[in-house]
């Protein structure tokens, strides 16, 4: 059981965790290196836990209390109940949910070992070697996604809570991606960045040769005319694909849509020249969703 500790001091360094949660720049540094990230509200909180995150500690304001008494009573981790003022500030904003858990962070798989877990197979067994062979075609797995450049976490949290929707197996983000745990990415996304695995292609835009090897097929969604109307595609080419979106100012690099084996894009009325890159997302993740016969 954990243990319900009352404090009045803004100051008091075991609250550390929360201090100066709106400095974005100060988090982003801050969170990564020290293995830690903010859950806030009751349901994200429990997502978090539900998905094997350690807690460790939450800052309750009195009322809520009661309501997550549960989780209190199940995990050894020090509650700190505070008044709303203080709660405010503590972080620099009015925690108008009531409730924030500090957890620890899980050691973040790299691309190769994302692509392996991801990937559908079975084992044929030759000679002196192994071969590995694509698991069965109806199998929703078989799609990961790309993203490239996705500086807004709200953004990158409706594009993760778009792929856990539709079946997308795993996200690979390239090095300036912002950070799927950032508190404000898991908020809009629901805690759909607990759900979706994700790794990050360090060597850009070189590493998506390691996706192409493991037997996807790179989707570039652009708006550009040349591409292929997401619509008159063969829906063979979806099979195992990697769709690839890219930053919401300028869409997808140069150097990424050389990488890219399909060019396609999403039919839009004149005049729309571009959706929203979390809008575009979800078109991308139904359109290329597996048909069942």
């Not at 929360?18 to 830690?36: C, I, M, Q, S, W």
């Not at 209390?65 to 503590?90: C, F, G, K, Q, T």
């Not at 990415?185 to 998506?208: C, H, N, Q």
Request: proline content about 7%.
């Amino acid at each position: 059981m954990a243990d319900l500790i009352t404090v009045e001091d803004p100051d008091d360094p075991r609250l550390r965790d929360y201090t100066g949660l709106t400095d974005v720049e100060l988090r982003r540094k801050r969170e990564p290196a020290e293995g830690l990230f903010i859950a806030e509200g009751e349901k994200v909180i429990r997502r978090a836990k539900d998905a094997g995150y350690e807690m460790r500690s939450m800052l309750l304001s009195a009322k809520w209390v009661d309501v997550m008494r549960d989780v209190i009573d199940e995990l050894p981790a020090p509650v700190y109940a505070v008044s709303p003022d203080l709660a405010e500030r503590v972080t620099g904003y009015h925690v108008h949910r009531g409730a924030l858990a500090s957890m620890q962070r899980k050691p973040l798989p790299t691309a190769d070992e994302l692509l392996l877990a991801a990937r559908p197979v079975v084992v044929a067994e030759s000679d002196n070697d192994h071969t590995f062979a694509p698991g069965p075609r109806d199998s929703a797995g078989q799609r990961i996604a790309v993203f490239e450049g996705f500086v807004d976490h709200a953004n990158l949290g409706a594009a993760f809570r778009s792929a856990a929707a539709l079946g997308i197996k795993a996200i690979l983000l390239s090095p300036d991606c912002a950070d799927p745990l950032y508190r404000r990415a898991i908020k809009v996304s629901m805690g759909a960045t607990f759900t979706v695995p994700y790794a990050r292609l360090e060597d850009w835009p070189a590493g998506l040769d390691t996706v192409r090897e493991a037997g996807y097929n790179i989707l570039a969604m652009t708006p550009d005319e040349k591409a292929t109307p997401l619509d008159e595609l063969d829906p063979d080419r979806f099979e195992r694909s990697a769709i690839m979106l890219g930053s919401e100012g300028h869409g997808l690099s140069t150097y990424a849509l050389r990488a890219a084996d399909e060019w396609v894009r999403i039919p839009m009325a004149a005049g729309i020249d571009s959706l929203n890159v979390a809008a575009a997302s979800a078109v991308a993740f139904y359109a290329t969703r597996p048909r069942r016969a």
